[in-house]
């Protein structure tokens, strides 16, 4: 018998007000993934995620986490239950330290024991954190401010790690390294769902991938057979 995917989204419906954003979107990831969700500006795709996190409101349809029903819990207690969330354009705390910053994903509860343990482990995967980790956050690049947001959510140990638009407003070479830096946190046993609106960005890391076209998912396969679609070719691409 199949293992049971890590996650498993199903049909979802999501609404802001009276407008709906979501219509019945599904998608899977197994805990050795990467998964991409592909889709121009408007096409929902961050709504999944912040469905998926608990910071958009479901009208219908689930989140299964490692079997667990997570359609209603909230987003302050996700992370107990192994998942974490690089939020988009950052979102870090300025004025703090870098130290400051990464420290402050390991404040729940359920993650608090054995901080030392786990912030070796992100010093490790972000050496250049420990080298200015009395730097204050706001005056670093963007770059080094991703890798500061992406080190704040490891440090809770996540077996599932999302990713709202990862690359956005990144230099190209900055762009390498976030995507190489993904490469290795699936490489140590985390699954990993981002969104991107770059076909080559989105599948060219990732194991898997779903295209959405307003709010739907009107294509799925591997990173591979997504690159070479014809309908992202024709739909996605105007070519």
Known sequence: MAEAPMLQVEDLNVLYGDYQVLWDVSLTAAKDEVVAILGPNGSGKSTVLKAIMGLSPIRSGRVIFEGQDLTKVPTHEMVGFGISMVLERRRLFGDMTVRENVLLGAYHRSVN????????????????LS????????????GEQQMVAIARSLMSRPRLLLMDEPYLGLAPRIVK?????????????IAVVFNEQNVQLSFGVSHRGYLLEGGRVVLSGTGDEMIHSDVIRRVYLGA
């Open 131 to 142: 080298e200015r980790r009395d730097q204050i956050a706001g005056k670093m690049s963007g």
């Open 177 to 189: 390294q976030i995507a190489e830096i993904m490469r290795r946190i699936n490489q140590e046993g």
């Open 113 to 128: 024991k054995d901080t030392r343990s786990r912030l070796e482990w992100v010093e490790s995967l972000f050496p250049v």
